[in-house]
């Protein structure tokens, strides 16, 4: 059994961590309040707009001066990954890494395949074995729209110069503080809207269908970076908030479990020392 001096530190270094834990846990509820106020927000307006995008999609032809709705056949695929420049988040990270690597190898294992990483942990791990284009880890430190904006420009400009053929965004759509789901949208060639039986909406266009297209397509495509990747912040924060719960959980539980063990080693000390004591008083009186 271990002494009571090694127990006494192993007891003051849980309940160290424990206090850093619990610390984190707070101020990772405190930032997931305001980013899930963000995206609660955010997601309708995103959400009508994609929809209204792949309505106006369905109807645009080669005379629109658009050709983000051009699906040809793919050959170079880039793969958006967004994670985050922090662990400490549980299997936050791991998840995405794993559905990029999955992708890479499994639906796309015929293509060529390239990344771009937003998010440190993403590209330290995927830039060993894939082609990282570019990462844009810094975003984080000011997401604003215009920086977000900036990102998705650049993947248009690809694809509408044919430098790549597909693009698709891997990240995590927030559900609730304890749940993350690990989603993949296909950010362009832009998607028709998905219709059984029903016919896409017909719209007046005012000044001109081709102006109407040129100015929506970029916004909208802007917006859903934007949207996917504060999605991706709010899962964060709520991976991370769960995570240091539960590991305040268990330093609690095994600082329980030291202070037990400690009283007990305590206890047999005192109980041999008496023991001692009165084999020594006893040998004095015979």
């Given at each position: 059994m271990a002494n009571l001096k090694e127990i006494r530190n192993r007891i003051?270094?849980?309940?160290?961590?424990?206090?850093?834990?619990?610390?984190?846990?707070?101020?990772?509820?405190?930032?997931?309040?305001k980013?899930?106020?963000?995206?609660?927000?955010?997601?309708?307006?995103?959400?009508?707009?994609?929809?209204?995008?792949?309505?106006?999609?369905?109807?645009?032809?080669?005379?629109?001066?658009?050709?983000?709705?051009?699906?040809?056949?793919?050959?170079?695929?880039?793969?958006?990954?967004?994670?985050?420049?922090?662990?400490?988040?549980?299997?936050?990270?791991?998840n995405i890494v794993k559905e990029a690597k999955h992708l890479a190898t499994t639906k796309y294992a015929n293509q060529q395949v390239s990344l771009v990483t937003i998010g440190k942990k993403a590209d330290d791990i995927l830039s060993r074995d894939h082609q990282v284009v570019f990462n844009n880890n810094e975003v984080f430190d000011d997401l604003t729209f215009d920086n977000v904006a900036a990102i998705a420009e650049d993947l248009m400009q690809r694809f509408a110069t044919g430098e790549v053929d597909k693009i698709e965004v891997i990240y995590n759509k927030f559900k609730n503080a304890a749940t993350q789901i690990v989603t993949v949208e296909q950010f362009l060639p832009i998607l028709p809207i998905a219709s059984e039986g029903t016919t896409t909406a017909d719209y007046i266009y005012e000044p001109s269908k081709p102006e109407i297209v040129d100015g929506l397509i970029p916004k909208a495509l802007k917006t859903q970076l934007f949207k996917g990747i504060r999605d991706s912040v709010a899962s964060e924060h709520g991976a991370r908030m769960t995570a240091m719960h539960k590991a305040t959980d268990n330093a609690t539980e095994l600082r329980d479990a030291l202070k037990l063990q400690y009283n007990k080693a305590r206890q047999a000390a005192i109980t041999n020392e008496i023991l001692e004591i009165v084999g020594g008083a006893e040998a004095l009186n015979n």
């Open positions: 003051s270094s849980v309940s160290s961590t424990m206090q850093i834990t619990s610390a984190m846990k707070m101020v990772s509820a405190a930032k997931l309040k980013a899930q106020d963000a995206i609660t927000a955010m997601r309708p307006y995103a959400d009508k707009l994609t929809e209204l995008l792949q309505n106006l999609s369905a109807g645009l032809d080669s005379d629109s001066g658009s050709n983000y709705a051009e699906d040809r056949e793919v050959k170079k695929v880039i793969l958006v990954v967004i994670s985050s420049n922090r662990g400490l988040a549980g299997a936050f990270n791991s």
